[in-house]
C-alpha cells in the first residue's frame, strides 16, 4: 500500500521487512546523512562490570565462609549466610545488565545502517525535499490516500489489486524525481547566489530552465493523480447515494403502511415510488463514474 502520508517514501522493490524498517527509523536516516556513522563492537561499561563482579565474588566468599561454619556445626549463622549468598548470587544473575538496553540500540542503529547502504538511492526523506516538492509530495499522497481508502476500491468496484502496485510506484517515482529535483535546485541556487558574469548567466539560465521544465513534468504527474482521485471521488459519492437509496426503499412498505393507517394524504405514495427511480439514476450514476476512474486510471498508468 502506499505511503500514507509517509515521511520515508521507499521504492515498492525493497522487500517489505527492510521498507518498514527505514520507514520507523527517520530520525536515525537523517542522522546517517548527515554523515554519522553508528559505532562497530559491543562496550560494557567498566564500572557496570565492575560491580558485577564484585557482587558474585562477595557471593562466592560468604558460601565458603558458611560451608566453614557448617564444618563447626554452627548451623544457625550457616543457613544465614547461605541464605544471604543464594539471594546475592540470584540478583547477580537474574538482574539485567544496566548496558543491555545500550547493547540492543546500538544492534538496531547496525541494522537500519545497513539496510541504508545496502538500498541507498532507493528511499526520499521528506526533509531532504525543498518546500516546492515538499507541496506537490502532499499533494500526490493526499490523492493517493483518497482513492485507497474510498469504500468503492473496498468493494472492487476499482481495481484494487493494480491499484495496490501502480499507486506505491507513481509514490515512488514522484518522490525520487523531486528528491533530484531539489538537490538539484539547491546547488543551482548556492552557484548563482554568488553572483554571476554574463557569461555564467547564459549558462545557467538554460539550466534553471531545465529544472522549471522538470517541475512541471512532476507537476503533471500529480494532477494525474488528483484527476484519478476526482473521479473516484465521484465514484463515491454515487456509491454511497445508492446505498442510502436502497436502504431507504427497503423501507418503503413500511411508510405505505404508515399512511394508509393514518389516512394521510395519498398523493404521497408516488413520491415515494420515485425512490426507485432514483436508486436506477443513482446506479448509472455509479457506472458512469466507475467507468471514468477507470479511463483516468489507465491514462495515469501509460
Same mark, same amino acid.
Given at each position: 500500500?502506499?505511503?500514507?502520508?509517509?515521511?520515508?517514501?521507499?521504492?515498492?522493490?525493497?522487500?517489505?521487512?527492510?521498507?518498514?524498517?527505514?520507514?520507523?527509523?527517520?530520525?536515525?536516516?537523517?542522522?546517517?546523512?548527515?554523515?554519522?556513522?553508528?559505532?562497530?563492537?559491543?562496550?560494557?561499561?567498566?564500572?557496570?562490570?565492575?560491580?558485577?563482579?564484585?557482587?558474585?565474588?562477595?557471593?562466592?566468599?560468604?558460601?565458603?565462609?558458611?560451608?566453614?561454619?557448617?564444618?563447626?556445626?554452627?548451623?544457625?549463622?550457616?543457613?544465614?549466610?547461605?541464605?544471604?549468598?543464594?539471594?546475592?548470587?540470584?540478583?547477580? /544473575?537474574?538482574?539485567? !545488565?544496566?548496558?543491555?538496553?545500550?547493547?540492543?540500540?546500538?544492534?538496531?542503529?547496525?541494522?537500519?545502517?545497513?539496510?541504508?547502504?545496502?538500498?541507498?538511492?532507493?528511499?526520499?526523506?521528506?526533509?531532504?525535499?525543498?518546500?516546492?516538492?515538499?507541496?506537490?509530495?502532499?499533494?500526490? #499522497?493526499?490523492?493517493?490516500?483518497?482513492?485507497?481508502?474510498?469504500?468503492?476500491?473496498?468493494?472492487?468496484?476499482?481495481?484494487?489489486?493494480?491499484?495496490?502496485?501502480?499507486?506505491?510506484?507513481?509514490?515512488? +517515482?514522484?518522490?525520487?524525481?523531486?528528491?533530484?529535483?531539489?538537490?538539484?535546485?539547491?546547488?543551482? #541556487?548556492?552557484?548563482?547566489?554568488?553572483?554571476?558574469?554574463?557569461?555564467?548567466?547564459?549558462?545557467?539560465?538554460?539550466?534553471?530552465?531545465?529544472?522549471?521544465?522538470? #517541475? +512541471?513534468?512532476?507537476?503533471?504527474?500529480?494532477?494525474?493523480?488528483?484527476?484519478?482521485?476526482?473521479?473516484?471521488?465521484?465514484?463515491? !459519492?454515487?456509491?454511497?447515494?445508492?446505498?442510502?437509496?436502497?436502504?431507504?426503499?427497503?423501507?418503503?412498505?413500511?411508510?405505505?403502511?404508515?399512511?394508509?393507517?393514518?389516512?394521510?394524504?395519498?398523493?404521497?405514495?408516488?413520491?415515494?415510488?420515485?425512490?426507485?427511480?432514483?436508486?436506477?439514476?443513482?446506479?448509472?450514476? /455509479?457506472?458512469?463514474?466507475?467507468?471514468?476512474?477507470?479511463?483516468?486510471?489507465?491514462? /495515469?498508468?501509460?
Amino acid at each position: 500500500m502506499p505511503g500514507r502520508q509517509a515521511k520515508v517514501i521507499v521504492d515498492p522493490a525493497v522487500p517489505d521487512d527492510v521498507a518498514a524498517l527505514l520507514k520507523d527509523h527517520r530520525k536515525l536516516l537523517m542522522r546517517m546523512e548527515s554523515g554519522w556513522v553508528p559505532p562497530r563492537g559491543r562496550r560494557f561499561p567498566v564500572a557496570a562490570a565492575g560491580a558485577r563482579l564484585a557482587a558474585a565474588a562477595t557471593a562466592l566468599a560468604a558460601a565458603v565462609y558458611g560451608l566453614a561454619l557448617f564444618v563447626d556445626e554452627r548451623y544457625t549463622p550457616f543457613v544465614v549466610i547461605m541464605t544471604g549468598s543464594a539471594l546475592l548470587m540470584v540478583s547477580v /544473575l537474574l538482574r539485567p !545488565r544496566p548496558d543491555a538496553e545500550v547493547e540492543r540500540r546500538r544492534a538496531k542503529e547496525r541494522e537500519v545502517y545497513e539496510a541504508a547502504r545496502r538500498h541507498e538511492g532507493r528511499y526520499v526523506l521528506r526533509e531532504r525535499l525543498d518546500d516546492p516538492a515538499r507541496t506537490l509530495m502532499s499533494r500526490a #499522497q493526499a490523492a493517493i490516500e483518497q482513492v485507497v481508502d474510498s469504500s468503492v476500491n473496498a468493494e472492487g468496484l476499482l481495481d484494487d489489486v493494480r491499484n495496490g502496485v501502480m499507486l506505491p510506484a507513481q509514490e515512488w +517515482e514522484i518522490a525520487r524525481l523531486l528528491a533530484k529535483l531539489s538537490q538539484l535546485r539547491a546547488e543551482h #541556487q548556492d552557484v548563482v547566489a554568488e553572483g554571476v558574469t554574463p557569461e555564467v548567466a547564459a549558462v545557467a539560465e538554460p539550466l534553471a530552465h531545465a529544472l522549471d521544465s522538470s #517541475q +512541471e513534468a512532476v507537476l503533471a504527474r500529480v494532477e494525474a493523480l488528483e484527476r484519478y482521485a476526482g473521479h473516484v471521488a465521484d465514484a463515491e !459519492r454515487a456509491y454511497r447515494a445508492r446505498n442510502q437509496i436502497q436502504r431507504l426503499s427497503a423501507k418503503l412498505p413500511r411508510y405505505e403502511e404508515l399512511l394508509a393507517e393514518s389516512g394521510a394524504d395519498g398523493s404521497a405514495v408516488p413520491e415515494l415510488g420515485r425512490l426507485s427511480d432514483d436508486a436506477d439514476r443513482l446506479e448509472q450514476a /455509479l457506472r458512469d463514474s466507475v467507468s471514468s476512474a477507470h479511463e483516468a486510471f489507465r491514462h /495515469l498508468n501509460s
